[in-house]
């Protein structure tokens, strides 16, 4: 039988949950002595690029080729390193994973990540309707012909896929992504997000684009700002995007600025959440809320969406209360619920904890993706 060797195939190291659960993975591998190793189709000054070659890591940088010679580059890899599974990870590696099927004999077993054909997704004013449908047509004439086995992170997502794509359910194996279980201290202040001891601080983290909805809540602070809640503040966490302008225009034109702090990328996001009292998702789809999962490790209570991906991760009722996020309104609400029940902040933030050390904990999730390789190593080495 062939040596498990693992290549993972990722669009880039940067700072988005797929690149940070690629991270852990990889730190897992090298720990158990997996040998693998890396490609990017692109490089990334913000992420976790920087850490995972300091490690040493293998990493191939394909940002200089073309389409074409990225796919024959791959091929190559996978044949001089004979590699028994190939795990590609977000669209444009799928791609070009799948196309490598017509030079390489290989597994390819490949992540589904999000909710990626969502009818939230059509109401982005940004996305091309018509690219996102072509986009699905290759999708699915690609995925059932070029792809041996599918992991996904959530039933919420598999049975996205089955319906989408046609998928068999068979050809899915559920594995949730984990995050490290080990507890932080609070940050010592946190006066540079313009908050106090005494203030009800509210977080949230994730990339300024439309999917994770931040505008709303944004609106949902407004609306808390009439009503006279002027110590509930609102810290948002997460690198610039497509909507970082409309943001800042929002916040500006709505004398937000001494409610909410956009603070940008942090390296210290566990240590800022363990510092918050509540945490908001404001998502109009997800694959996972890697966001959700930090937040429930951190021990705080859950406010977001009510979506079928985050009622997997969180103990509705138990740990977290669910708001409508296209009804700003609900959102304020639910944040305003928390602020006047310091008792369901403890509760909810205690079985946070208690959910994340029984269903997120890094080492038994990391131990079923290696059994996943694992197997479909075995059946590389039969074929």
Avoid: W
């Avoid at 390489?104 to 018509?130: C, G, I, M, W």
């Avoid at 006066?191 to 684009?209: A, L, M, P, W, Y």
């Avoid at 009804?327 to 205690?350: H, L, M, R, W």
């Amino acid at each position: 039988m062939n040596k498990l060797k693992v290549l993972i195939v990722i669009d880039s190291l940067g700072s988005g949950g797929a690149e940070r659960s690629t991270q852990v993975l990889c730190d897992y591998l090298a720990r158990v002595q997996v040998p693998f190793e890396i490609i990017c189709l692109d490089k990334r000054s913000i992420g976790v690029q920087q850490d995972m070659l300091s490690k040493g890591y293998t990493i191939h940088f394909l940002d200089h080729l073309s389409f074409l010679k990225q796919v024959s580059y791959i091929a190559t890899v996978i044949h001089e390193k004979a590699i028994t599974v190939v795990h590609s990870v977000l669209f444009r590696s799928n791609l070009r994973v799948r196309l490598c099927k017509l030079k390489a004999k290989f597994v390819h077993l490949e992540s589904l990540v999000n909710t990626t054909y969502s009818e939230q997704r059509f109401l982005d004013p940004k996305v091309n309707k018509l690219g996102l449908r072509l986009y699905k047509m290759i999708d699915k004439l690609t995925a059932n012909k070029f792809v041996d086995h599918f992991h996904s992170i959530t039933d919420a997502v598999k049975h996205h896929y089955v319906e989408q794509l046609n998928i068999p359910s068979n050809k899915i194996t559920v594995i949730y992504r984990g995050r490290n279980a080990a507890k932080v201290s609070p940050k010592d202040s946190m006066q540079e997000f313009g908050v106090n001891k005494s203030d009800f601080i509210v977080v949230n983290t994730g990339r300024h684009e439309f999917q994770k909805g931040q505008l709303q809540l944004l609106k949902a602070f407004k609306l808390l700002a009439e009503k006279g809640f002027t110590d509930v503040k609102l810290i948002i966490l997460g690198r610039d995007g497509t909507c970082t302008k409309e943001m800042k225009t929002f916040v500006s034109q709505n004398n937000l600025n001494a409610s909410v702090c956009l603070a940008g990328y942090r390296h210290d996001v566990p240590e800022i959440l363990r510092s918050c009292n509540l945490f908001a998702f404001s998502s109009f789809y997800e694959g996972l809320g890697g966001a959700v999962i930090e937040a429930q490790a951190a021990g705080l209570p859950i406010a977001c969406n009510n979506i079928d991906v985050l009622r997997e991760v969180v103990k509705v009722g138990q740990n977290a209360a669910l708001f409508d996020s296209l009804d700003v309104s609900s959102i304020a609400k639910t944040i305003e619920f928390f602020y006047k029940s310091p008792e369901s902040c403890a509760k909810y933030g205690i079985k946070s904890r208690e959910n994340f050390e029984a269903n997120f904990d890094l080492e038994v999730v990391h131990e079923k993706m290696l059994q996943l390789y694992q197997k479909l190593g075995k059946h590389n080495s039969i074929n």
